[in-house]
Structures are given as structure tokens and as C-alpha cells.
């Protein structure tokens, strides 16, 4: 689940793909991940980084 999301991430960018992502998961914490939208941003930043590794 976070993979697939994580991998639509890697190619676009918004918080708005992610949110489709999660209710395409049938997820229901969209509101949260809008809020959050800056820390996650961080956080695919920091998982593209280790990945290029």
C-alpha cells in the first residue's frame, strides 16, 4: 500500500495524487495527510535518498 502510493509520489508531485492514493486504498485519513503534506514531503525526500544509495 505505501509502496504503490510512494511510487505514484516519485513521478508527480501534490499532496492531491496521494490523497487519491489513499481513498483509491480505501484509506480514510486524507485530511491528516494534507496536513502532513510538508512532513511526508520530507520524508519521500529522504526515502529517494537512501534509495539512490
Excluded: N, P
Amino acid at each position: 500500500m505505501l509502496v504503490r502510493c510512494y511510487l505514484i509520489i516519485k513521478y508527480t508531485q501534490g499532496a492531491d495524487l496521494w490523497c487519491k492514493c489513499l481513498i483509491v486504498s480505501d484509506l480514510c485519513f486524507v485530511e491528516m495527510i494534507q496536513k502532513q503534506h510538508q512532513k511526508i514531503q520530507k520524508t519521500i525526500s529522504r526515502l529517494a535518498k537512501s534509495e539512490v544509495k
